[in-house]
């Protein structure tokens, strides 16, 4: 048993989901474990992951406009230092995930057919973001 | 310290939360770890995983009532290729969780009283779903 | 490779969110594990574990409020043995995280510098709480 830590480096092209399935998978391959278990966690809090539909834009596009009703951008917010985006971007990162743990098997994630790995970029300027990312494994 | 891996398969018998604790905690004691890390992820984005309340019937249904209304079924959503119940299906997945990590120790997940482990299955017609289990301990 | 496990015991002063990266921080750094992967789960299912904004109370407070207000206090539920804030408790518990999974190097946790953990109180009377700790590395 033994274990590899990294960092990912993303920039999201813009605000919004973003697959980052193919860069994930391609550390894992890296560290040449076959069996095991990987942790991601976003080192951010008005960024997020979330493990969703891979396939269709307008899913995407749903989802990006469904969080934007739940956690809207309002006046109505005490901590707005950054902007009106500012709280906006933490409340969507609640909604979806900091941590993401996935079992691995064959060297790759056991992700299911239509499952991909998002980047959540919440704010409207987007700056590089880090994922932890640690496996542990034979 | 070792590892295990496998697949829960499992059917929702309706749309809804369904307890399914005692179908893992019979995977986690069959694989004779007493102290460790169990990791479940559903290969799915239609249908999730949930720790809640485990006794009260009331309870489940208010949760049921309560998805319902953060992410109802609507004519606005751009995807609805497999019917109305397919966006508000990945927006109640995003709402709960698709991967979990529970503690064991002496060969039991380390759940609360009244803690279950629920699979959500957020389509009007329940299909077989994955859940990938990790088991890695000593 | 060697495992811990551990249980944190905590109250929070009252209804709403609390800082306990402290807390968590020092129980890591007690168990002599350098590299590894750190495990929380809380065993209640009306409290709940959220890792986000560690400075501005401002920020703090804006989430207890969206909090309520998605899940709000309603005379709708079916569920409320306990009371008007028993139902809700519940339903903020599943907005926010009840495990999080946490990569460790050089014996502290790899979080942002923004990122702090906390304990969200969701019942009116704070009681004891129970986190199951669990670490694994080298």
Known sequence: MRQASGTLLVTA???????ITDAVAG???GQGVGEGLLTLMIRHTSASLLIQENAAPAARRDLENWLARIAPESRDFEHDDEGPDDMPAHLRSVLTATTLS???QDGRMRLGTWQGIYLCEHRRQ???????AHLLGA
Chains 1, 2, 3 share one sequence.
Do not use: C, D, F, Y
């Open 102 to 104: 996935i079992p691995v």
């Open 13 to 19: 092209p813009r605000q919004g989901l973003h697959l």
């Open 27 to 29: 550390w894992v391959a």
């Open 126 to 132: 987007p700056s590089g973001r880090e994922i932890a």
